[in-house]
Every structure is written in C-alpha cells, then in structure tokens.
Nanobody, 115 residues
C-alpha cells in the first residue's frame, strides 16, 4: 500500500511563500487524482487544489496564489503557496485517489501564517 508523507510546512509571515511536498512510497502514476486539502480545528477538511492528467482545480480562496504540480518520475506532488494569508493557516493533507476510488492520505503538515 502506498504511503504519502508531507513536508515543507512551517511558520511564515503574511505575504510569504512555502512549498509543500508530498512524497509517495510507491508510484503515483496509478493515482487518477492527487490533491491537497486543509483543515482547521472545528472545521471540515476542505479541498485546496487537485490535479489529474488533464487538469487542475483550485479552491476560489487560493486561485492565483497556489499552484499544484506532480512529478510522476519522483513520485511527488507539490503545492507552491505564495502571498500567504493568516486564513491559510491549517494542517495541510496530501491525498491520492485511484481508479477504484480508494483514498490515500498523508499524516498532514502544519502551515502557520503569522507575523
């Protein structure tokens, strides 16, 4: 079973940038879709960005600021985050969805945007 491990989270000032990485223990080519979700205490996990072989989708709140990409050769998915705002503070989770609709999740990485 493929495991997903996120990294790259941390503390950043408003307006700053971070790049999150999601490394898979096996091939991600079998994942139809890979994405990033985020969650804050007391709220449901929400989709931030998703990428398939054909397209990318973004939450309205991050459009123009975040970019998702995947490198199948490195079995890694990235989330480049720019112009970060305090409301972007959350635990960010990597997700993989295969053609059997099986969901795979990472353990999450904390992103804190604060001065």
């Amino acid at each position: 079973q493929v495991q997903l491990v996120e990294s790259g989270g941390g503390l950043v000032q408003p307006g700053g940038s971070l790049r999150l990485s999601c490394a898979a223990s096996g091939s991600i080519s079998g994942f139809y879709s890979m994405g990033w979700y985020r969650q804050t205490p007391g709220k449901e996990r929400e989709l931030v960005a998703r990428i398939t072989s054909r397209k990318t989708n973004y939450a309205d709140s991050v459009k123009g600021r975040f970019t998702i990409s995947r490198d199948n050769a490195k079995n890694t998915v990235y989330l480049q985050m720019s112009s970060l705002k305090p409301e972007d503070t959350a635990v960010y989770y990597c997700n993989g969805l295969n053609i059997n609709s099986d969901n795979y999740w990472g353990q999450g990485t904390q992103v804190t945007v604060s001065s």
